[in-house]
């Protein structure tokens, strides 16, 4: 189910809603996972995707709001079955969550709930039309699920979905948010150093502390450090001279289909719901056509949430630690001074690509919990993105990974080795995960 960006959201009221005061819940209110579809989670990540790109959130921040709201999720329904398992203690600094009592409690409420009120504490400053929509989304749920759900059932529900709500926006106000969002930019003196790059010349690079707010797994954002670029020359016979030869080379030339890709991923601010967003697309895409659980859906945004937030912490560390210019900068004042890039580069350093990142992380999580599996991308077209790009195929998640790190090429803002050591270092980070935290108890 899609909604038409920022209009009142109509939701489909045919679909069964499964709740019972019969032996089929036990005293512990443990259910089966295909008793609550993943519509609620659908639903409320694709508005988040609206919600991101309406407010021009940028993709720093953007990861946050979706890592914790997706943990958010996770966690408000995990104790519902006896398969997942908490991530109190697998997640750093997450040290206690408020427990269901033992009566019965509607987990599409619950989930409906928490994230209303995670997504409204994580955005304080929400415009009205956007503020109306998550109210609204908020309200057409609570309204079908009070027809079809026992009051006493119900409001127990809607206070364990705000008391998580409330302790998991607790959790993440400890990490390290405010300190380190948009503070002063020291550059590092360093050969070949960033500099603000045309048309703005934007001298205040995007979030250069960003690096330093807690991941949700790795120990730092050095974790996963990605290999040593080669070293800056304007040598023509150097490394690095060919490797702007080749986004210049490639620049000169675009095929239909090399432009079709560098559009199809770029993901900017205030045009779409940003990089992270599109990988929650994905899951979103998936959960609705694979008629995932509601618990199954929340574990696959969760993986992915919790993978792109840490690997934009360590993306920008690295970034801010190399401090390396773009290539728009090396190719002007060394190989064609009229050289323009095919998308705008956006203002921070180059090393390493964070599309490459993140979509490494993403692409390794999802992996793993599906396994190497086909599917068709319609995120622009079912968000109504202007202008539109068609839906993409893909044959497994590391194919759609591979893809956006390349369309930086393409687009003319990234070296081919931000692109190859990014999506190493994503895929890193998605290793770590898999191996510290644990969605199921068996």
């Given amino acids: 189910m899609r909604r038409t960006l920022l209009l009142p959201l109509i939701l489909i009221v045919s679909l069964p809603v499964f709740f019972t005061d019969t032996p089929a819940i036990s005293a512990s209110n443990k259910i089966l996972k295909h008793e609550s579809p993943s519509e609620v989670a659908s639903s409320w990540f694709d508005l988040l995707y609206d919600v991101v790109r309406q407010e021009r959130i940028p993709p720093p921040q953007a990861s946050r709001i979706y890592g914790i709201s997706a943990v ?110 948009n503070c002063p930019y020291v550059p590092v003196a360093v050969p070949g ?122 993306c920008w560390n690295t970034k801010f630690a190399t401090n390396l210019q773009r290539p728009v900068t090396y190719i002007r004042n060394n190989i064609n001074a009229t050289w323009s890039t095919y998308i705008v580069t956006p203002n921070f350093p ?20 599906f396994g190497t599996k086909s599917f068709v991308d319609r995120t622009h077209t079912e968000h109504g993105l202007v202008p539109p790009q068609q839906p993409r195929t893909f044959n497994s998640f590391d194919q759609a990974s591979a893809e956006a790190a390349i369309s930086r090429l393409y687009g003319g803002i990234h070296f081919s080795f931000d692109n190859n050591n990014g999506l190493a270092c994503g895929q890193c980070i998605g290793q770590k995960i898999i191996e510290r935290v644990s969605f199921r108890t068996h």
């Fill in 72 to 181: 958010a999720l996770y966690e408000s329904i995990a104790p519902g079955t006896d398969e997942n398992r908490s991530l109190v203690g697998q997640l750093n600094g997450l040290v206690a969550l408020p427990q269901p009592n033992k009566k019965n409690l509607h987990w599409p409420t619950v989930a409906n709930t928490v994230l209303a009120n995670t997504i409204r504490g994580l955005i304080p400053n929400l415009s009205a039309l956007s503020l109306y929509n998550v109210k609204n989304l908020e309200q057409e749920f609570a309204d079908r699920f009070q027809d079809e759900v026992p009051r006493p059932h119900y409001d127990r529900s809607v206070a364990q979905g705000r008391a998580v709500a409330t302790v998991i926006l607790s959790w993440c106000a400890g990490d390290g948010f405010s300190a380190n969002n």
């Fill in 193 to 314: 150093a960033w500099v603000p790059t045309p048309p703005a010349f934007n001298p205040n690079p995007l979030q250069p502390c960003w690096g330093f707010i807690r991941p949700m797994v790795l120990t730092s954002g050095t974790e996963c450090p990605a290999v040593a670029h080669p070293s800056f020359s304007t040598d023509s016979g150097s490394t690095f001279y060919a490797a702007a030869s080749e986004v210049y080379n490639v620049g000169l030339g675009l095929t239909a289909e090399q432009k079709t890709i560098a559009d199809y991923w770029a993901d900017n601010p205030g045009a779409t719901g940003t990089p992270p967003g599109h990988w929650m697309a994905i899951v979103s895409q998936i959960a609705r056509n694979d008629q995932l659980s509601l618990w199954e859906a929340a574990e696959a945004f969760a993986r992915v949430g919790i993978a792109v937030h840490d690997a934009f912490i360590a």
């Fill in 350 to 369: 180059t090393y390493i690509s964070g599309h490459s990142t993140q979509s490494g992380a993403a692409a390794t999580v999802l992996t793993d919990m």
